[in-house]
C-alpha cells in the first residue's frame, strides 16, 4: 500500500475511506422511515400528495404515448394527473433532452403535432 508524506494510506479506496469517516462524524447515523409515522408532520401525507400522483402521471404517460399520438392527447393527462400548483410543473411533459425541449417539443393544451418515428 502507498503512503503519503505524512503516512497516510493514499489511492482511491483510502481517500473514500476519509470521505466516509467525515461525513459519520459530521451527522449522526439515521435509520430510514419505515412508515409515515417517521416523517416530519409536514410531510406525513408525502405517499398518497406526492408519490401516488407522480407514479399515475408517469403510468398514464407511457399508456398513452406512441407513434401518431397528438401532444394534445399526451398533454391531457399529465395535467389531469399533476396540473394542482403543489406540484409546480411548469415544463411541458414531453421531455426530448435539454437541449430541444423548449422549441420543438409537439406536447402542449390542444396541441395537433403528432408524434412521429425517429
Known amino acids: 500500500m502507498q503512503r503519503s508524506r505524512r503516512g497516510r494510506p493514499v489511492g ?54 406512441g407513434i401518431g399520438v397528438t401532444g394534445g392527447e399526451l398533454f391531457s393527462p399529465v395535467q389531469r394527473h399533476l396540473g394542482d400548483p403543489f406540484f409546480g410543473v411548469h415544463l411541458n411533459p414531453g421531455h426530448f433532452i435539454h437541449l430541444d425541449e423548449w422549441p420543438s417539443s409537439p406536447v402542449s393544451p390542444g396541441s395537433p403535432a403528432a408524434c412521429s418515428p425517429g
Do not use: K
Open 12 to 65: 482511491p479506496r483510502a481517500a473514500q475511506a476519509r470521505i466516509t469517516r467525515r461525513r459519520a462524524a459530521r451527522s449522526p447515523a439515521r435509520s430510514p422511515a419505515e412508515s409515515a409515522a417517521d416523517l416530519p408532520a409536514a410531510a406525513a401525507d408525502y405517499v398518497d400528495r406526492l408519490v401516488v400522483p407522480y407514479f399515475a402521471c408517469a403510468c398514464a404517460w407511457y399508456e398513452t404515448i
